[in-house]
């Protein structure tokens, strides 16, 4: 099982992106999908999950701005960026909580990709 993500890059501030994160592999099925985020000299922080169901939550820092969301017949879960801000700036992480064709589950993160706000 493989999660990658894609969509970072250099933005000014207040400006938007949007990541994509597509799990590959031998899977069975796809339970709660997330996003995680590490800014340079801090520990990794979850800022917005989605159920199997829809159902999401936000850190309170992000929320009214980001907008998390999932294609399940695409394996995809995306992050909508708006209004992006300077302490936005991070590498950002998609995880999924994945059963595979042998039964096992497993929390999986993907590589990264980075995101900078700055002008």
């Known amino acids: 099982v493989q999660l990658v993500e894609s969509g970072g890059g250099l933005v000014q501030p207040g400006g938007s992106l949007r990541l994509s994160c597509a799990a590959s592999g031998s899977i069975f099925r796809i339970y709660d999908m997330a996003w995680g985020r590490q800014a340079p000299g801090k520990q990794r922080e979850l800022v917005a999950t989605?159920?199997?169901?829809?159902?999401?939550n936000y850190v309170d820092s992000v929320k009214g701005r980001f907008t998390i969301s999932r294609d399940t017949a695409k394996n995809t879960v995306y992050l909508q960026m708006n209004s992006l801000k300077p302490e936005d700036t991070a590498v950002y992480y998609c995880?999924?909580?994945?059963?595979?064709?042998?039964?096992?589950?497993?929390?999986?993160w993907g590589q990264g990709t980075q995101v900078t706000v700055s002008s």
């Open positions: 989605i159920s199997s169901g829809g159902s999401t």
């Open positions: 995880n999924a909580e994945i059963t595979s064709t042998t039964r096992a589950t497993t929390s999986y």
